[in-house]
């Protein structure tokens, strides 16, 4: 082998060493929480990094949302302390099982609310063998509070009871159970979208909402309740549909930033004019995945910044 040939091969060597140790740098954790908004299509996925302590709020349709795990997780990091579950659509659900797969999960919350339909069936699959590795699944409701290292406070804010049931998540219940316990709770239960898990986040002087796909009754009872006020970052609710983001909502959060989750040319139609319309005044300030890809508010507590993908 000559000398230049060798010198090639080993500058070339060094370069890739290089390019893999800025990459992982990049991901290493720092005392700065990361709240992402995954481009996962039509869909939601929500992941907030604190050093090495990860919450993933949603899945979106399918296994995308592993993509946005593999890009912002820290190297080698394959718990998720906290996985939320918000409700029991696709979209919301549909690729929890791919992240069961390829992460341990500490605790799981959800509403335990079912639907025949292959993508729930799946997703039941997946939590039973969680639970047969040790994962703890809880029902998710109003009250409920989580601290992480003092930096920053979850609350769950909706739904306001306990919801559902985890018989839904036991492995002996037959098809025909199954199907009895989906019928009974469809007919208790008219929106499963105002069943959803919705949480505030408080980070330092910053707050911020997260309202999955809740629609304009449970954005009524919220604010009935009080449990609202202003906020510094709104996750639209249900993907910026003409059901959610209300004018009166508005009116109570009042949000600086707005992040709407939607698939690029979705054949919904979101977000719908009628609420970006709503949300053209001064001082408002929106993100799309759908435009944006992966949105990512980093703060420390009294500053941020923001990072897209695009």
Not at 48 to 64: A, C, K, M, N
Not at 104 to 122: A, C, M
Not at 161 to 172: A, I, K, N, S
Not at 200 to 220: C, S, Y
């Amino acid at each position: 082998m000559s000398l230049n040939k060798a010198l090639l091969i080993i500058g070339g060597g060094c370069l890739l060493l290089i390019l893999v140790g800025t990459q992982l740098l990049s991901r290493w954790p720092d005392n700065q929480l990361h709240l992402i908004f995954c481009d996962v299509g039509q869909g939601d996925g929500i992941l907030v990094i604190y050093r090495f302590t990860e919450i993933l709020i949603d899945s979106g349709p399918d296994q995308t949302i592993t993509d946005c795990l593999a890009r912002h997780l820290p190297p080698g990091d394959k718990t998720l302390e906290m996985v939320i579950a918000t409700h029991p659509d696709k979209d919301h659900i549909g690729g929890f099982p791919a992240v069961f797969r390829h992460y341990r999960v500490s605790d799981l919350f959800l509403i335990g609310i079912g639907k025949p339909t292959r993508d729930f069936s799946e997703f039941r699959q997946a939590v039973l063998q969680l639970l047969s590795r040790g994962s703890k699944v809880h029902l998710g409701r109003a009250g409920q509070q989580f601290a992480v290292h003092g930096k920053f406070q979850m609350t769950i804010i909706s739904p306001q009871v306990e919801t559902g049931t985890l018989e839904l998540f036991t492995e002996q219940k037959t098809e025909e159970q199954l199907s009895a316990i989906y019928r009974q709770q469809e007919a208790e239960h008219k929106s499963i979208n105002d069943e959803s898990i919705a949480t505030f986040l408080q980070v330092g002087h910053f707050r911020i909402l997260l309202m999955a796909d809740i629609e304009k009754p449970g954005e009524l009872a919220l604010t009935r309740r009080q449990v609202l006020g202003k906020v510094d970052i709104l996750k639209a609710g249900h993907h910026g549909s003409k059901t959610s983001t209300t004018v009166p909502f508005l009116a109570e959060t009042q949000p600086e930033y707005v992040v709407i989750s939607a698939g690029k040319n979705n054949s919904y139609g979101h977000p719908h004019q009628e609420v970006l319309d709503r949300l053209a005044i001064p001082q408002t300030n929106i993100f799309r995945t759908d435009r944006d890809g992966d949105i990512e508010w980093i703060s420390n507590g009294t500053s941020f910044r923001w990072k897209t993908q695009h």
